[in-house]
């Protein structure tokens, strides 16, 4: 059920709740020490290996989490959430930082606070029993094929091409800055199904399986190191039709809305990309500054515009000691 005005909890006593749920699963963070460096990369460098424990510890913690109840809070209770307030969602993440639960990752991000709600809000029946849980609940991941080479800020340019045969579609055309996609079971791809149709509305939404054939996907290397971001090769990708999402031309709508979840997605804010305007500020490398102007330019931007921001990497601007990384305690330490 949707809490009520008389059923919504105190906001102090929800998040007692949760720390004390914390308290019982996981130890307390450990104080910082006058030893530790900020961590200021936006883009973590880690290999696949590593990478992949990263994401079973973060798994483990969610879906402890999710059965406790403080995964979904703000999705409304139709939607297999709790239906509370940002507000609820911002007490969970600021009572983890306490603890020492493991950093979330955009993956994750995007699978429970975007694609997740997403198939909970405009899936079928069956799409919701199928995958909406599992989703949020980190069972299975999912990346957002949105942008391509040619359609960033201007998404509804895409041209990634949807063509209908029968039951399925056959796919063809590539994405790009695909964060995790290559430890992804699915992808939720906006596809263009009527080249006729004025831009916005000549696109559709689907759910692709990333062991389909002819999904090829490949890693982009960043100048950091790392390779968070993938570009996804789709030719004659075969998908049946019950795995769109939402109407045929409505793909436009269901990604507004996916974007928009992001505002009040209840994902863990666990890790503060890039760190903070006085972290950078107090590096003894000056070239930092010239990220200034990005941040400022964050600060007045709303919030999915900020996604179309290049950001600028500044892990890569700090030069890689071996000390610099913090002792590893945890497998998933920076
Ligand atoms: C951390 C991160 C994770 C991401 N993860 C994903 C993901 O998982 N899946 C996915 O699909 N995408 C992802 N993206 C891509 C993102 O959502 C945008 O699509 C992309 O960053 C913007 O596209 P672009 O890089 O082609 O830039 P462009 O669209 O080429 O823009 C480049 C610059 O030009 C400016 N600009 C563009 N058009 C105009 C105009 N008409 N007038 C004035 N200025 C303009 C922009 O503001 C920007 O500064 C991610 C991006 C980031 C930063």
Redesign the pocket.
Known sequence: MTETLDTVPALANFQEEVRRWLASIVDPRPAPTPTDKPDLA??RNLSDEDELDLLDAVRAYRRQRFDAGYGAVTLAAEHGGRGLPASFASAIAQAEREFDVPPST?LIS?TTGLVGPAVAMFGTDEQRAHYANPLLRTDLLA?????E?G?????AALSCRGVREGDDWIFNGQ???????RFADLGMLLARTDPEAPKHKGITAFLIPLDAEGVDIRPIRQMSGGA??NEVFLQNVRVSDSMRLGAIGQGWKVASATLAFERTASGSVTRKKGGSVAELVALPNPWVLWTIPWYAKIWRTPTYAR?????PQIGSLVPLQPDARPARPRRWAN
Do not use: M, Y
């Open positions: 936006v883009f955009e995007v990346c957002q094929l949105f942008s080479p359609a960033g800020s201007d998404l994405k790009v800055w695909s964060s995790g996609a968070s971001f996604n179309c921001v290049p950001r």
